[in-house]
């Protein structure tokens, strides 16, 4: 038997068929204008191209004001509910609030307070994994990338699901509500897993405080010391309720609703959404977000200067500086303009945990890029609408100052997602009964067979 040839000894014959590959893939660019069809099913404006409804969040970035569509400042809502008004409500009891959320957005109410604390103990009640589950797959191989150790083990969960296939409303909400308590002990225990196999670090598995919130119990699972501060806490949980839902149009929520319309199970679905958003353009971007900021750090001597930070960013519009892909990260969003509401509620509790941790001269570098980068995109570029900073601008930023380790902020993302994700699917299979197949246009010509010897 023949061994197996290295990556380095195929190298050559796959770089011969992957150019191959490139020149069949090739569509010319004008084919797309000529037949209109909306590449990324998104226009000019930034505006997406209506594939479904929904009634569980609006996300607005312009109006109809006198028959015309206007800018506005950005506006988040869930089941209708404006998530600065939601986020500002926490504040009179000092009540964390990613648990009522996700209650809001699966049930469509705000919860009273009895349904509140029934729904949290649920949560903890299923907070916990299949016995072994640590040793036996999460600890197993653990992955360098903790969205595919994440992925891996949702679908694992299938085989411990006594009814993994039922589709009936009740099950997959049970099932739903359970990987919502899951995803943080299955990120966070990846993450202790990788450090152990990868880092040599020591092995530290906490378990969940059952009066924990779910961002207390992050926190407490992941620090050695299981300790936390109550803004730490505190922050984390806006965060989580802010990236918990952002319409249907998102890349991942829109896999949701595609896979979902197949009716495969709960497992398959969630696992396709996690693919997703492990994408750069989609669930890793405030990771992009820090490192320009490490390498603006090392270039310029003076944090405070409008000239420094201005020519900086003139050197990455012209792919001068970081990763030289001309692109200022954290800057800019397919729908906002004028503003990201997330960014807007999400920088108060940034500023508050920057004096609390020291970090005030990199909050005023963020505020500095913040304030000059749409004038020099504005001046560099020709834009179709405004640009504004998106809510990875902060998030990476807040993470970096809570200590959670980069391999933990996609994970994160996750952890907050997967309850919009839940009330997508089972809006997707309580009302609709068709499968999803959007068109594709072909513009490759017919050809006539040739005989493979006479090729």
């Known amino acids: 038997m023949s061994e197996t040839k290295s990556f380095s000894e195929i190298t050559p014959e796959l770089n011969k068929l992957a150019a191959e590959a490139d020149k069949a893939s090739f569509v010319d660019p004008e084919l797309y204008v000529k037949n209109n069809v909306q590449r990324g099913l998104r226009d000019m404006n930034g505006k997406g191209v209506l594939v479904g409804i929904t009634n569980i969040s609006e996300v607005n970035g312009k109006r109809v004001i006198n028959g015309v569509d206007t800018p506005i400042h950005g506006e988040l809502f869930y089941r209708g509910y404006n998530v600065k008004d939601i986020v500002r409500g926490l504040d009179a009891d000092n009540h964390f609030g990613f648990e009522e959320c996700a209650f809001l957005l699966l049930f469509g109410h705000l919860p ?10 649920i949560l903890s009640d299923y907070r916990s994994l299949p016995p072994n589950f640590v040793r036996d797959v999460i600890m197993k191989k653990p ?24 589709t009936t409303l009740p099950n997959v909400l049970r099932q739903c509500l359970q990987l919502i308590a899951m995803f943080p002990l299955l990120s966070v225990y990846s993450y202790q897993s990788y450090r152990h196999y990868h880092n040599l670090d020591s092995l530290i598995i906490h378990r969940p405080e059952k009066g924990y919130s779910t961002s ?12 936390f501060s109550p803004l730490e806490a505190k922050l984390l949980d806006v965060a989580l309720i802010l990236h918990m839902e952002h ?6 929520t829109f896999t949701t609703h595609l896979v979902s319309s197949t009716l495969t199970d709960t497992y398959s ?3 396709a959404a996690l693919g997703s958003l492990k994408g750069p353009r989609h669930g890793g971007a405030n990771l992009k977000v820090i490192h320009m900021f490490d390498d603006m750090k090392k270039h310029i001597t003076d944090w405070t ?3 420094q930070v201005s020519d900086y960013l003139k050197a990455l519009l012209h792919k001068e500086a970081f990763d030289r892909r001309g692109l200022i990260y954290g800057m800019g969003h397919a729908v906002y303009s004028l503003s990201d509401p997330r960014a807007e509620i999400f920088r108060s509790y940034v500023e508050r945990l920057s004096e609390e941790k020291g970090y005030q001269k990199e909050m005023a570098l963020y505020e500095l890029v913040a304030k000059l980068a749409p004038e020099v995109i504005a001046k560099e570029r020709k834009i179709y609408k405004g640009i504004c900073p998106n809510v990875d601008f902060y998030s990476g930023f807040a993470y970096q100052m809570l200590g959670l380790p980069e391999e933990l902020y996609t994970p994160i993302f996750a952890i ?40």
């Open 247 to 252: 319409g249907g149009g998102n890349n991942s």
């Open 143 to 166: 992955s360098k990338n903790l969205m595919n150790a994440l992925a891996r083990s949702v679908l694992t969960l299938y085989s411990y699901d006594d009814n993994a296939d039922d």
């Open 305 to 307: 200067s409008e000239k």
């Open 269 to 271: 679905v969630i696992a």
């Open 112 to 121: 009273t307070r009895s349904e509140l604390d029934s729904f949290i103990d």
């Open 416 to 455: 907050a997602r997967i309850a919009g994700w839940s009330a997508h699917r089972l809006e997707e299979i309580s009302h609709n009964d068709k499968i999803m197949r959007p068109a594709y246009m072909t513009v490759c010509p017919h050809k006539e067979y040739i005989p493979l010897d006479k090729r």
């Open 216 to 227: 207390e119990n992050i926190l407490h699972c992941l620090r050695d010391d299981k300790k």
